[in-house]
């Protein structure tokens, strides 16, 4: 086990110098290429001059592979994500703030997920083929297909202006204001919850359908074990193999539902920047995310492999092998 953690560690680092790499590079496709900080700094006192004396003053001219090496080297060691020219302030100054606001949206989204999706597709599976098998089928491809921008404003206009005047805007002045008024937060929760219903749940339904065909459940239906027991007893775990790897993958892929989430309600969290950042061209900024993201992908990945041990014995058996 140590060796396969060892092993994917090194993958992980990898994939994350890969990325690190294009997210670099990137800025040199700007309009002014690397000089274009210098363009924003200096504004209206750019003149050819101007612009050169920043360049050599931030170290611009530089050879490529010793920008590289600060740059992998500041964000390794010091979690330097950039300097962002248009706020005046370090990428993780920035990000830091915003950050916990939109983990706090994405936990409470990925709880009530898991917590209605799974036995929602367990009993899909116990009943598949039947009248509730098609029905909510049909109710979750709905859900499926709604844009995240089309859900939220009908949400804000049945249940803010038209029905029971829930808030419309979350309080975002703190961090922890999920928790001072959750009334404020239930909409744009609601609303991550249920972009993420329907492919939890069919998945769910999938995966248990693939386990009730395996000899050990036939028998232990011939041993004379109850549907339940059959169902939240063997085939529960054994399905959770899979489940728990798209979890893994889940928690950095509500990031990108946030994004449109945030927007629509207009709460300052990490997607709001990323959008306020991409319409202001704070390149920067959003490279710095994009860094975030990728740690967190990365991250998450390595957890469900661990944890796919720890729930499935025979993982770990082969392997030992």
């Known amino acids: 086990m140590i060796a396969y953690l060892i092993r994917r560690l090194i993958q ?7 990325v690190m790499f294009f997210t670099f590079i990137l800025p040199y496709f700007e309009t002014g290429g690397i000089l274009a900080p210098a363009y924003i700094a200096l ?5 050819p001059s101007a612009v050169h004396q920043w360049g050599v003053t931030h170290d611009i001219f530089k ?13 390794v060691f010091h979690f330097n994500l950039g300097y962002s020219w248009r706020q005046t302030s370090s990428v993780w100054g920035i990000i830091k703030t ?15 997920s898991v917590i209605i999706a799974l036995p929602l597709g367990i009993l899909q599976a116990s009943k598949r083929n039947t009248a509730f098998d098609y029905s909510v089928t049909n109710v979750l491809f709905v859900l499926y297909g709604v844009p995240a921008f089309l859900l939220s404003l009908l949400m804000i206009t049945w249940f803010s202006i038209d029905s029971i005047h829930l808030p419309p805007v979350p309080n975002g002045s703190s961090s922890l204001a999920i928790f001072y008024d959750p009334k404020a937060f239930l909409l744009p929760v609601a609303a991550l919850t249920l972009l993420n ?28 074990c109850s549907q339940m027991r059959v169902l939240f007893r063997h085939s529960f775990r054994n399905a959770l193999g899979p489940i728990i790897i798209i979890l893994g993958l889940f928690l950095p892929g509500l990031f990108g539902g946030a994004l449109i989430i945030e927007e629509v309600f207009n709460y300052e969290g990490i997607g709001y920047q990323t959008v306020q950042a991409a319409t202001y061209l704070d390149i920067p900024l959003v490279l710095g995310i994009t860094l975030l993201t990728t740690i967190m992908t990365l991250a998450g990945n390595l957890i469900a492999d661990i944890m796919l041990g720890v729930v499935n014995p025979r993982v770990r058996v082969e392997g030992r092998k």
């Open 43 to 47: 504004q209206n006192h750019a003149s």
């Open 197 to 224: 219903l329907a492919f939890l749940s069919r998945f769910m339904r999938s995966a248990v359908l693939d386990v009730l065909v395996q000899d050990y459940i036939r028998t232990a239906r011939a041993k004379g």
């Open 98 to 112: 915003f950050v916990p606001r939109t983990i706090w949206i994405a936990l409470a989204s990925l709880v009530l």
């Open 63 to 75: 050879p490529f592979y010793v920008r590289f090496w600060d740059y992998f080297s500041g964000v």
């Open 12 to 18: 992980s680092f990898v994939v994350f110098v890969i």
